[in-house]
C-alpha cells in the first residue's frame, strides 16, 4: 500500500494521450501547442469526461464547463511538459518496464490482459492510448526522483523538530485555494487577482459555497480537483505565513487571502488531532487492525463508495468481519487471512490510513474512507505500546520531511517549465486572439 501503481492507471487514464501528431485523426482540432507538440481536442474531451465521470453523484461539485475545461487542459499542458522535458534529460523507460507496470496494474485489478483491453475500450481508451499515457506516468515518476536525488536534503537539525513536534504536536488538516499570479506580475494582474480572491472570500464568508466546492470551481491550484486537500500536516509544515493562525482556528474556519510567492491563497482548517501520545519517549503506538478494500477507478468511484456503504452495514449488523473480507475484499494480500495487517504504526500504510485507523477505538469499525488504492473499511483490533527504533523513527521523519519539500519544490520546479515554454491554447474563451478555434 505504500507504492500503489494503481495510481498510475489512474492518471493514465485521466490524461490519456496520443503525443504524436501522426496519431491525429484527419478532423481532429488542436486545443493547444505546447513548444513543439500539440494536445488534441479529443484528448481534453476525453480527460474531461474522465472528471465527469468521477464527480458523477457530484456534479453539482463541478464548475462551467469553460472553467473546467480549461483547468482539466492546464494538466494536460503541465503533463506535457513535464514528459517533453524527461525526454530532454535522458529519462528513458523501456517497453520491459511498461509491460511490468501493465501487468501490476491487471493484477491488481483481478483482470486478465484481455479484460484489461475490454475494460479500456469500455472506458473509450485504447490499449496504445493507455501504454503510451503508462509511459509518460513513469516517466515523469523517474524523473521526480531524479530532482529529489539532487535538490532534496534533509538536516538532522530538521529531524530532531520534526520528532519532538510528533510527540507533543497537533496535526492539522488543510485545504486551500489559489488565485495565481504570473512570475513579475503587473500592477493590473495583481489587482484582478487581488478582486478574485476577494470575491471568493466573499462567497465563503456568506456560506453560498462550500470550500471545497469553491477549489474545485474557483482555484488556480493542481489539487483544485480534488478540493484543494492538501492532506495532514503538523504546525512545523505549515508555511510560516499562516502557521500562527492555524493552530488558533476551529475546524471549518478560513484565514486569508494571504499574498505569496505563487499568488493569494485562502486556507481552511478542515480538521484537527492530536498526534499519537507514547507511553514513553522510548516506545511507539502500534495497531492491530484488519480491512476490507474496494478499488475504485475514473468513473466507478460512486459505485465502489455504494459498495463499501453496504459491506459496512452488515459489519454493522453483526456480519463477520473476516468472513466478509475473504468474500468481498479486493486486496489480494490480505483477504484469504480475513483482511489481517497484523501489527503496524500509525504512518506505515501512509497519514491518510494511519489517521483513520487512529481515530477509532479498539474493537470498532470505521465509516468507509477513501485512499489512492480505493475504498476501505478499517476494524481496529487492540493498541500496544512497542520499543521504538530510533534509527527507524528518524528515518520515516526524514522521508516525510524530503517528501514534504519535495512537493513544494516540484511545484515550483513545474511553474517554471511553464512560464518558460511556449503555449497557444486554441479552444475556448481564452485561446490566442491571433490564432483562433481552429485547428
Do not use: C
Request: charged share 25%; net charge negative; no cysteine.
Amino acid at each position: 500500500m505504500k507504492t500503489l501503481i494503481y495510481s498510475l492507471a489512474a492518471a493514465a487514464a485521466l490524461f490519456a494521450s496520443s503525443a504524436h501528431a501522426q496519431d491525429l485523426q484527419p478532423l481532429d482540432r488542436i486545443a493547444a501547442v505546447v513548444d513543439e507538440d500539440v494536445i488534441l481536442a479529443s484528448e481534453l474531451e476525453r480527460a474531461v469526461a474522465n472528471i465527469r465521470g468521477q464527480y458523477a453523484t457530484r456534479q453539482d461539485q463541478l464548475p462551467p464547463q469553460e472553467i473546467l475545461e480549461r483547468q482539466v487542459l492546464e494538466r494536460l499542458i503541465t503533463m506535457r511538459l513535464q514528459t517533453a522535458n524527461a525526454q530532454r534529460t535522458g529519462v528513458r523507460v523501456s517497453d520491459q518496464e511498461v509491460d511490468q507496470a501493465i501487468a501490476a496494474i491487471a493484477q491488481q485489478n483481478n483482470f486478465t490482459m484481455d479484460q484489461l483491453r475490454q475494460q479500456l475500450a469500455g472506458d473509450g481508451m485504447s490499449f496504445d492510448d493507455f501504454r503510451a499515457s503508462l509511459r509518460e506516468e513513469l516517466m515523469i515518476q523517474r524523473m521526480r526522483q531524479r530532482f529529489a536525488q539532487t535538490r532534496i536534503s534533509v538536516s538532522d537539525a530538521e529531524v530532531d523538530a520534526a520528532l519532538s513536534a510528533e510527540a507533543t504536536g497537533a496535526q492539522y488538516r488543510l485545504a486551500h485555494i489559489l488565485v495565481a499570479l504570473p512570475e513579475g506580475a503587473t500592477p493590473e494582474q495583481i489587482q484582478t487577482g487581488q478582486q478574485k480572491v476577494d470575491g471568493i472570500k466573499s462567497l465563503l464568508d456568506r456560506n453560498e459555497m462550500e470550500f471545497s466546492a469553491a477549489a474545485v470551481r474557483y482555484s488556480d491550484s493542481p489539487n483544485a480537483l480534488e478540493g484543494g486537500d492538501l492532506g495532514w500536516r503538523r504546525a512545523d509544515e505549515i508555511p510560516a505565513a499562516f502557521a500562527t493562525a492555524v493552530t488558533s482556528l476551529q475546524p471549518g474556519q478560513t484565514i486569508g487571502p494571504i499574498r505569496g510567492p505563487s499568488g493569494f491563497q485562502i486556507l481552511q482548517l478542515v480538521d484537527r488531532r492530536e498526534a499519537a501520545q507514547s507511553a514513553d519517549a522510548g516506545s511507539v503506538t502500534e495497531y492491530q487492525a484488519r480491512h476490507i478494500l474496494i478499488r475504485s477507478e475514473p468513473g466507478n468511484d460512486a459505485a465502489a463508495k455504494g459498495r463499501a456503504d453496504s459491506l459496512r452495514a452488515r459489519l454493522v449488523g453483526g456480519a463477520d468481519f473476516a468472513e466478509v473480507a475473504r468474500e468481498s475484499s479486493e486486496d489480494n494480500a490480505t483477504k484469504a487471512n480475513g483482511g489481517d495487517l497484523g501489527w503496524f504504526t500509525q504512518d506505515e500504510f501512509g497519514p491518510d490510513f494511519g489517521g483513520q485507523v487512529a481515530a477509532i477505538g479498539d474493537g470498532d469499525i470505521s465509516e468507509p474512507f477513501r485512499t489512492q488504492a480505493g475504498w476501505h473499511i478499517v476494524q481496529r483490533q487492540a493498541t500496544r505500546q512497542a520499543a521504538g527504533n530510533d534509527n527507524n523513527r528518524r528515518a520515516q521523519a526524514r522521508e516525510a520531511i524530503g517528501q514534504r519539500k519535495l512537493e513544494d519544490e516540484w511545484d515550483r520546479y513545474v511553474r517554471e517549465l511553464r512560464g518558460e515554454a511556449y503555449v497557444s491554447v486554441r479552444v475556448g474563451p481564452n485561446r490566442d486572439p491571433e490564432i483562433g478555434s481552429g485547428g
